[in-house]
């Protein structure tokens, strides 16, 4: 995962507080996504880019928008945390070429909401 | 639609036995199947992929996965474990898209 960078790794945040994570490829990736991670969930998409500007919604946006003003950073945003968004929250790129290499992850960030 | 369903979410073997790690997967199309491999507050890592090549399809540190088609199922197996192989094993689907869908995970627990 050397060419994906997670920031921050680990972040402790109040609820009601809003929240940017950060992904920054250097894969030059056309795809990413942003997915959380919960026990007994596996990992779950919440958003995902196919170009810059170009976003859609995964299964569990709600609470969450993204933005991709270039290619190589797609930020996360929980506009007001909430506890049931304490999670792992992993970023991934996949090639152009629909995907068929899988994908590329970062590191992860663990997020806790209190 | 897709859907992946791993059907043990814990499975424990005695170091040097084989593993074998269950998946079966719904898809209405044709379609790429992966494993990926999680340690201890890592990232997700690629074991291995099918993509409609082989249906036998060999992967990193000794794994190897078979496509069968008939039975929906693309089980993960190894025919002996290292204590090395302890973490936590995901199946992941994608469809004809760009979109992933992950299995819950295995846990493998590796006994000396």
């Known amino acids: 995962d050397a060419g994906i960078t997670q920031s921050p790794r680990h972040k402790v945040t109040e609820t009601g507080t809003p929240v940017t994570l950060r992904c920054h490829q250097t894969?030059?990736?056309?795809?990413m996504y942003w997915y959380r991670q919960d026990p007994g969930h596996g990992l779950r998409l919440i958003h995902y880019s196919y170009g810059v500007k170009d976003t859609d919604k995964g299964e569990v946006s709600d609470g969450y928008s993204v933005s991709r003003s270039k290619t190589e950073d797609f930020l996360l945003t929980l506009e007001s945390a909430t506890s049931s968004q304490t999670s792992v929250y992993f970023c991934?790129?996949?090639?152009?070429?629909?995907?068929?290499?899988?994908?590329?992850f970062g590191s992860g960030t663990r997020l806790t909401v209190v | 639609a897709q859907s992946v369903t791993q059907l043990d979410s814990h499975v424990s073997v005695s170091e040097g036995t084989p593993v074998l790690l269950r998946c079966n997967y719904s898809?209405?199309?044709?379609?790429?199947l992966f494993w990926y491999v999680q340690h201890p507050n890592k990232g997700l890592q690629l074991l291995l992929k099918?993509?409609?090549?082989?249906?036998l399809v060999k992967g990193i540190n000794g794994f190897e996965a078979e496509f069968k088609k008939s039975e929906t199922s693309f089980h993960l197996t190894k025919p002996s474990a290292h204590m090395s192989d302890a973490a936590e094993y995901f199946c992941v689907v994608k469809d004809s898209g760009n979109q992933f869908y992950f299995g819950t995970g295995t846990s493998l627990t590796v006994i000396p």
């Open positions: 894969e030059n990736h056309r795809y």
């Open positions: 898809s209405s199309y044709s379609p790429s």
């Open positions: 099918y993509t409609s090549a082989a249906t």
């Open positions: 991934a790129t996949a090639l152009t070429t629909g995907g068929n290499y899988g994908y590329t």
